[in-house]
């Protein structure tokens, strides 16, 4: 599947496309199929985000996964600093990023 | 420490008032993302991969007190409580909202402090050694020297647009601890015949295309000092490759032209600029030397009372020989056990700011190496100090050890990054410290760098390691035999690279055939330079 990413504009936030809005969450993002390249160019002329780009992953039983690790990191933070993730009481997602 | 006249400040300032307009229009859709990403770049604003990221300069790694209390305060207003020291000697915040850039802008510049100059194709933060100003070794203290780059090279209307970023360093001693000869400009204080100037070296780096400067000048007067930076910079600017972002560096133009022709032409240079009038009044520098006068020492207790073995450890490790014989410069470690290289938090700044105050005359200085070094500590004053550093985890007696490696934010924060380097770090310093190898090895010089732009200074490691990626999937590669000090040198790639767990494995690897081989006193790079690349070889691939 496709999705889409960029961040958000005021406070630079990672966020996805839901489809509808951005959200901070990967597992709510929307295949876009073909209508990334749209979706972009009218989302950021309405500056609801900033610099986005469509991103190649999985979709499963267990949510959606980015194919880069690079995507996983910025979809659930700091591998180093799980506090500072969005699961920051889930010992096992840094597993979901490697 | 200099201190802002009122033309610097109303500088400041006016850039804060600037970039806050910017900040607006670009926040109410009447700047483009592209037009507003090289005015937010100016002043030191990037887009990471989880938030703007923010790049504060502490010019020559020197700040006081009061200036670490407004990074530590920061901290804790606008991020996420702590932020990144660097081995450019700034600090770096990773969670700034854009909303936010312009008010940080303005508390820094309270503190005579700002982001300017931070990014973008232009003379960057210039670097120096920390000790600057209290080392033992040292011919003068070379801050002045780098305040009046600093003030010749900040918004120079010639050098705002180069061909690619450059950065410049100032030492004024034999020992190079401030990697001078891996800058676009190396310049080393000297005398000669009972006067002082400046050596020029010119055409260093890093990144892509690691190269060691090489000299153009063995002396320059010094007050031409400026005028034949300028000469340097002229040359470049005009010649350098802006076709082709990675050739575009100074050390790809010196080495196309050979060092020889690039000193011709900028010696011809120099010799226009000579009767130009570009050098500033002598009487500017004497006057930016009296804010660098040496404090009040005091004489006092020259020897250490080492009753308590762990702090003698690190009394031994940790601090460093200061030009007056009762005072030490101390060394602050950020590299805690399974630490994060180069972290401080909020709080851990305004204690070293507080320690700063008590028992260095109010300075601190910023490392390349992410550490903090508080300069002038009376050696009586040290079990006091070393105790509030030990209580506050600030105390790791490692400087210098492979415990105290440099590592780049990596892929968990910078978006040009293709591998995690943090993690590295960790296990190598929790692996060591179990194993208890590391005082065995002495000093050993571990960086690592997530990407081939090696901010973690990987090609100047005794022990590199570079982060690639491979097919998606992080990768390392090894290198052996780097040095960024007086005896400089490129590391060279061991062979094919590993996994995360085993490029761990092949740091511990090469450091047994060290132990091995060594002979006497010798440094891990000393053996390796003995005995060259094909023993590690054996014992990583077999």
């Not at chain 2, 410049?168 to 800058?183: F, N, Q, S, T």
Request: glycine share 8%; with cysteine; charged share 25%.
């Amino acid at each position: 599947m496709k999705i889409l990413t960029g961040n958000d504009l005021k406070t630079g936030a990672v966020v996805w496309w839901d489809g509808s809005n951005w959200s901070l969450y990967v597992d709510r993002a929307a295949d876009v199929g073909d209508q990334g390249e749209e979706i972009m160019a009218r989302e950021e002329a309405l500056r609801r985000v900033n610099v986005p780009y469509i991103v190649e992953a999985e979709s499963s039983e267990d949510g959606v996964r980015p194919a880069h690790i690079k995507d996983r990191i910025r979809a659930l933070g700091p591998t180093v600093r799980q506090d500072l993730t969005l699961k920051p009481q889930d010992p096992e997602a840094i597993d979901w990023v490697i | 420490m200099y201190q802002y006249d009122q033309y610097d400040q109303q500088m400041v300032d006016a850039r804060v008032a600037e970039f806050r307009d910017q900040a607006r229009r670009r926040l109410e859709g009447k700047l483009t993302e592209d037009q507003f990403k090289p005015l937010r770049l100016m002043n030191g604003l990037y887009l990471q991969l989880h938030a703007y990221m923010l790049r504060v300069a502490i010019p020559y790694g020197t700040l006081n007190s009061r200036q670490m209390i407004a990074l530590g305060d920061i901290a804790d207003k606008y991020d996420r409580g702590y932020g990144h020291f660097t081995t450019r000697q700034n600090l770096q915040y990773n969670w700034i909202k854009l909303e936010d850039a312009a008010d940080i802008l303005a508390d820094l510049s309270k503190v005579e402090m700002h982001a300017i100059q931070t990014s973008g194709n232009c003379i960057r933060n210039i670097s120096s050694d920390h000790f600057a100003g209290a080392a033992a070794d040292e011919l003068v203290d070379p801050r002045p020297y780098a305040e009046l780059l600093r003030q010749w090279s900040s918004f120079h209307p010639e050098f705002t647009y180069l061909p690619r970023k450059f950065k410049i360093c100032v030492i004024a001693a034999e020992k190079d601890r401030a990697a001078m000869r891996l800058h676009d400009i190396g310049i080393q204080i000297v005398e000669q015949d009972g006067e002082i100037g400046a050596r020029f070296f010119v055409g260093g780096g890093m990144g892509r295309t690691p190269m060691i400067a090489p000299m153009v000048r063995d002396f320059v007067p010094l007050d031409q000092l400026i005028t034949y930076a300028e000469a340097c910079l002229r040359v470049y600017n005009r010649y350098g490759r802006r076709d082709n972002k990675y050739k575009a560096r100074i050390k790809i133009l010196v080495h196309e032209l050979g060092a020889e022709e690039y000193t011709r032409q900028v010696e011809e240079e120099f010799a226009h600029l000579l009767d130009q009038g570009v050098e500033p009044p002598r009487a500017e520098l004497e006057r930016i030397k009296t804010y660098f006068a040496d404090p009040a020492f005091e004489d006092g207790p020259k020897n250490v009372d080492r009753s308590d073995p762990d702090f003698a450890v690190w009394v031994d490790r940790n601090t460093h020989r200061h030009k007056h014989d009762s005072y030490v410069s101390a060394v602050i470690s950020l590299k805690p056990v399974g630490g994060i290289p180069g972290d401080a938090t909020g709080e851990q700044m305004r204690l070293m700011a507080k320690l700063a105050k008590q028992y260095s005359f109010d300075e601190i200085r910023i490392m390349h190496t992410q550490n903090v070094v508080l300069p002038h500590v009376k050696i009586a004053d040290l079990h006091a100090l070393w105790s509030e550093l030990h209580a506050a985890g600030l105390g790791a007696p490692n400087m210098d050890t492979i415990e105290d490696m440099i590592a780049c934010p990596g892929l968990d924060y910078c978006s040009l990054a293709n591998a995690r380097s943090i993690p590295l770090a960790q296990r190598i310093s929790e692996r060591f410290d179990a194993s208890g190898k590391t005082a065995e090895l002495g000093e050993l010089k571990l960086k690592i760098s997530g990407c081939i732009n090696a901010c973690g200074h990987h090609h100047a490691g005794h022990i590199g390691i570079l982060g690639v990626d491979r097919k998606g999937v992080e990768n390392y590669q090894l290198s052996l035999g780097g040095s960024e000090a007086e005896d400089v040198s490129l590391a060279k790639i061991t062979g094919p690279g590993f996994t995360e767990d085993g490029v761990i494995e092949a740091v511990d690897t090469v450091t047994d055939v060290y132990l091995a081989q060594r002979e006497g006193e010798e440094r891990f790079l000393d053996t390796y330079r003995r005995i060259g690349m094909e023993p590690f070889k054996e014992a990583l691939y077999g």
